[in-house]
């Protein structure tokens, strides 16, 4: 293996050569960069169920499905579908397979209301509880449903249809899972198992019930009125998250495999840091220490110092904890020089895309990088006096981005952080 | 990179099944000169068998402010890693265990039936049952239920329980998860990127909703009360059992540094996925094995965790016969435990780590599974997943 291929611990470079996008702003990475970047918001009113009665009736919901069963696992599936391909398409890979592992940041999916009432509906005159729906189930064949709510399914039809190598990894690590895919191709790369890794993560749970088990914990906004206007990371007035849909694919590969097969490199997967938090199941430690392990430990796999990044694309989920803690946990390891960098949440338009969020924000920290442009963090009206970061506010700004650091936590105490350059070193 | 690798050794155990808790009893009862009769009840769930937990007392491995956050699934899990860790010496060294990695295979979390069911009640007279969902749910779900049902959360409480908190993965696939996970977390010892790490998961059966989800396909067993082999002549189809299992997987450098004292050696994983037609599913496990290096010999014996799915389960032991030999000794251990889905895996690693340290082997469970000539030197794991999935695993005794 020639130096030049290794990175400042010896191991093999990773790189990107492929990528795909689906957000409520649209499907591909062109539609999403154009109006990311013109400060668009993709979050709208439900439609897909009624929202009466609800609390949050917003939502950055993806409308995928053409004809068929509209529910999380075809939703998911049909975006990871999408975005798999524009990935592959980009890296070059033809039909004839994939060279590497899938790795499928997957969201959680069960049978839905739907299935059970239509298993319910089979079986008129019967007492309607879970006997009954099993008595359905026994009645008649329904593999198709069973193998929608099974947790591997969408991981093995992208293995299938795209044809990766071996048994596919399905993985949750709650909203930092599509980071958490990234890094697990990377270190798989790294131990020289793979020359390439295929990285997918995929969310479309917006059902009554799963906006409800986010509302119930007080984690959504309630900014029902201007639904484009509800997303408002760093802000005073921000009161929750916005429930949103989306996917992201990322093809991995050593600098070496990559350049061997003539690839063009749209970029490095550098660093990552992950340290998991004891404190609490939703809540961070008060004190931010897990949350600055792993940006301390991301900076250093890397090989670099808090200096040399030139923009952070945010968690910001926009609830009141995250932000704060963010800002937090970035000040304890940056210093006040956190306040000189750029730092913006894309979920400002995009809403929170959950499993698929880390991916979703990885791409776009690509393609901040490539362009040369970063994309805003709106509706920053009213800034909040304790976070005096320079969000990017409201409108997109030119500049040379040549390392961006990408925060990723979730429910659990995960906390993932991936650090990306433009150029390999 | 090969030259580099780390062994990888496995230095704590913690199960629990229809048999009880901790790995010592699962080997003086499964390990004793003639099979127990599993413990299977047939009665609750009927026409379903499952095999059920034993009297759990949940507040010897947990707070009962945590315990109260978790609902069965979640403490069967955090339980049985903290046996793991225990039975390593891990337990509550601030030292190790907060720089010990944490891989979860990991299912969903569990419904709550009578909100569910009550909300059936009601839409049968209903056309508008998208406003029931409305009227319902906001008002009658447990706020904190949601939390135990994400994936993730098993891990996020043997965080909070155990203080495990050097990284924290979760990995999902029914029991292909239980493969991916202690093939990722053997890959990350191996190569350094991990010094220690707790590996495992749980599968709480006695649920109705889970039943349910197998079901739909056709993949349980009517008479869940033969053993797997038996089965196979009435259909087959899997019988669900409660269990967790949890390991504590290290390097050797690190296990020696600190004196651990080691089961066995997890010398390597193998796995695969693809259709489940008969050619091509021979020609995977073919594979596997091929890959894995194992070969007919008489120290050589297999701990099966065979769903008992018909076909699928016929095609696991022909090949494993095929590659060890016609008079290999194959234990279904799913016959004395049920299948524990996510759990399959690293039980039947956890069994084959205890038979190692033990220098001796299980007895047949069923009739048609051979004797051991001599106690294995090396046991291979199966798992072949009632849906989709497969992969070995190949344990070697440290000398």
Not at chain 1, 10 to 29: E, N
Not at chain 1, 112 to 131: C, I, S, T, V
Not at chain 1, 216 to 225: D, F, G, K, Q, V
Not at chain 2, 173 to 181: C, D, L, P, Q, V
């Amino acid at each position: 293996m020639s130096e030049n291929y290794t990175d400042h611990m010896g191991r093999p470079i990773v790189v990107v050569t492929g990528m795909g996008v689906v957000t409520s702003l649209g499907k591909g990475k062109k539609e999403n960069w154009e109006k990311l970047t013109a400060g668009q918001s993709g979050i709208r009113r439900i439609s897909r169920f009624p929202v009466d009665g609800l609390a949050t009736t917003i939502a950055g919901t993806v409308d995928i499905i053409e004809e068929g069963e509209e529910s999380a696992p075809t939703i998911s599936y049909a975006m990871a579908n999408a975005t798999a391909g524009e990935a592959l398409e980009e890296a070059g890979f033809g039909t004839d397979g994939f060279p590497g592992p899938l790795f499928f940041a997957a969201p959680p999916v069960e049978l839905e209301w739907q299935h059970r009432f239509a298993l319910l509906d089979e079986m008129p005159g019967k007492e309607p509880n879970y006997d009954t729906l099993l008595e359905a189930a026994r009645s008649s064949d329904h593999s198709r449903m069973h193998h929608l709510v099974q947790l591997g399914t969408i991981a093995f039809k992208i293995a299938e249809k795209y044809k990766t190598q071996g048994l596919p990894i399905s993985l949750s690590t709650a909203c930092a899972s599509g980071a958490t895919a990234i890094q697990q191709g990377m270190e798989a790369i790294r131990r020289g198992e793979t020359g390439a890794a295929l990285c997918v993560a995929s969310d479309g749970s917006v059902t009554a019930e799963g906006l409800i088990r986010f509302s119930l914990l007080s984690a959504l906004t309630t900014n029902n009125e201007d639904p484009s206007k509800a997303s408002r990371p760093f802000s005073k007035d921000r009161d929750g998250f916005v429930m949103s849909e989306g996917s992201a694919a990322l093809v991995l590969e050593s600098l070496e495999h990559a350049i061997n097969r003539g690839a063009k490199i749209l970029g490095v997967v550098q660093g990552v840091g992950e340290k998991a938090d004891s404190f609490h199941r939703t809540r961070s430690s008060p004190d931010g220490k897990p949350v600055i392990t792993a940006i301390k430990q991301a900076l250093e796999d890397a090989g670099l110092e808090t200096g040399d990044i030139d923009y952070i694309n945010a968690h910001g989920t926009s609830t009141p904890e995250n932000d704060r803690m963010e800002y937090n946990s970035l000040k304890n390891v940056f210093g006040e020089a956190i306040h000189e960098v750029p730092i913006s949440s894309n979920k400002s338009m995009i809403g929170h895309t959950l499993t698929a969020g880390g991916a979703v924000e990885a791409v776009f920290s690509f393609l901040t990088m490539s362009e040369g442009l970063i994309p805003p963090t709106i509706n920053y009206e009213t800034p909040d006096p304790d976070i005096p970061l320079d969000v990017v506010p409201n409108v997109a700004r030119k500049a040379e981005v040549s390392t961006v650091l990408s925060n990723s936590f979730g429910f659990g105490g995960q906390n993932a952080v991936l650090v990306f350059a433009r150029d390999p070193a | 990179m090969n030259d580099s690798k780390n062994e990888v050794w496995i230095t704590g155990v913690g199960v629990i099944s229809c048999f009880g808790e901790g790995i010592a009893p699962h080997w003086e009862t499964l390990g004793a000169e003639t099979a127990p009769e599993p413990v299977i009840d047939a009665e609750r769930f009927a026409p379903y068998a499952v095999h059920p937990l034993p009297e759990m007392d949940w507040t010897r491995q947990m707070p009962r402010k945590d315990m109260r956050q978790m609902e069965t699934w979640q403490r069967l899990g955090t339980y049985a890693a903290g046996l793991a860790l225990e039975d390593a010496g891990m337990k509550e060294d601030e030292e190790l265990v907060s720089t010990m990695d944490l891989v979860v295979c990991a299912g969903g979390g569990e419904r709550d039936i009578s909100v569910d069911e009550s909300i059936l009640a009601e839409a049968r007279g209903r056309n508008d049952r998208e406003m029931l969902l409305n009227e319902k749910l906001p008002y009658d779900l447990r706020p904190t239920l949601f939390l135990a049902q994400l994936s993730n959360l098993m891990a996020g409480n043997i965080s909070i329980v155990h203080k495990v908190t050097g990284s924290s993965r979760t990995y999902m696939g029914e029991e292909s998860s239980g493969i991916t996970a202690l093939q990722n977390a053997a890959a990350r010892i191996a190569a350094g990127q991990s010094t220690h790490l707790l590996v495992g998961g749980a599968y709480n059966a006695e649920r109705v909703d889970l039943l349910l989800s197998c079901d739909l396909g056709h993949y349980l067993a009517k008479d869940g009360v033969k053993p797997v082999a038996e089965r196979q002549k009435d259909g087959g189809g899997t019988v669900l059992g409660s269990a967790g299992a949890f390991l504590v997987l290290e390097s050797a450098e690190h296990a020696k540094k600190r004196g651990a004292k080691p089961y066995a050696r997890l010398a390597g994983i193998e796995s695969g996925l693809g259709s489940r037609d008969n050619q091509e599913t021979r020609e995977r496990l073919d594979g596997i094995m091929e890959r894995l290096g194992v070969s007919p010999s008489s120290t050589t014996a297999v701990l099966s965790g065979a769903t008992g799915c018909a076909d699928v389960t016929d095609l696991e032991f022909e090949a494993l016969r095929r590659r060890l030999g016609m008079d290999v000794a194959i234990r279904s251990y799913t016959t004395m435990i049920g299948n524990p889905i996510e759990a399959n895996f690293p039980f039947g690693v956890a069994l084959g780590a205890a038979a190692l340290k033990n220098k001796s082997f299980y007895p047949s469970f069923e009739e048609a599974e051979k004797p051991v000539k001599v106690p294995p030197t090396t046991v291979v794991v199966s798992t072949v997943g009632h849906y989709l999935g497969e992969g070995m695993a190949l344990l070697e005794q440290i000398a």
